[in-house]
């Protein structure tokens, strides 16, 4: 069993940042597929962005440029560094983690909004 926690979530302004963070427990991070999704209010959840165990990054076209996705084994914690916000990035984050099994956060709220 994994458990993962995220954080960094909160309100923003558009044209702001947030860094969220995801803690993850066990022993196999390093090799786990790590990824971030969202889910906005009456939308269905969407992949924003994931990083392979052997750093190999994907994006989704609305965030490339504007989002980076980053992991540190030693931590046993992934990031997304989200920048150039707007109003439509407002959601629900959550972390997905991907070895043999799938595992998810409890989610985090991001808010953009003036």
């Known amino acids: 069993q994994v458990q993962l926690v995220e954080s960094g979530g909160g309100l923003v302004q558009p044209g702001g940042s947030l860094a969220l963070s995801c803690a993850a427990s066990?022993?196999?991070?390093?090799?786990?597929?790590m990824s971030w999704y969202r889910q906005a209010p009456g939308k269905q959840r969407e992949l924003v962005a994931s990083?392979?165990?052997?750093?190999?990054?994907n994006y989704a076209d609305f965030v490339k440029g504007r989002f980076t996705i980053s992991r540190d084994n030693a931590k046993n914690t992934v990031y997304l560094q989200m920048n150039s916000l707007e109003p439509e990035d407002t959601a629900i984050y959550y972390c997905?983690?991907?070895?043999?099994?799938?595992?998810w956060g409890q989610g985090t709220q991001v808010t953009v909004s003036s």
């Open positions: 997905k983690y991907s070895y043999y099994n799938t595992y």
């Open positions: 990083i392979a165990s052997g750093g190999r990054r």
């Open positions: 066990g022993s196999a991070f390093s090799i786990a597929t």
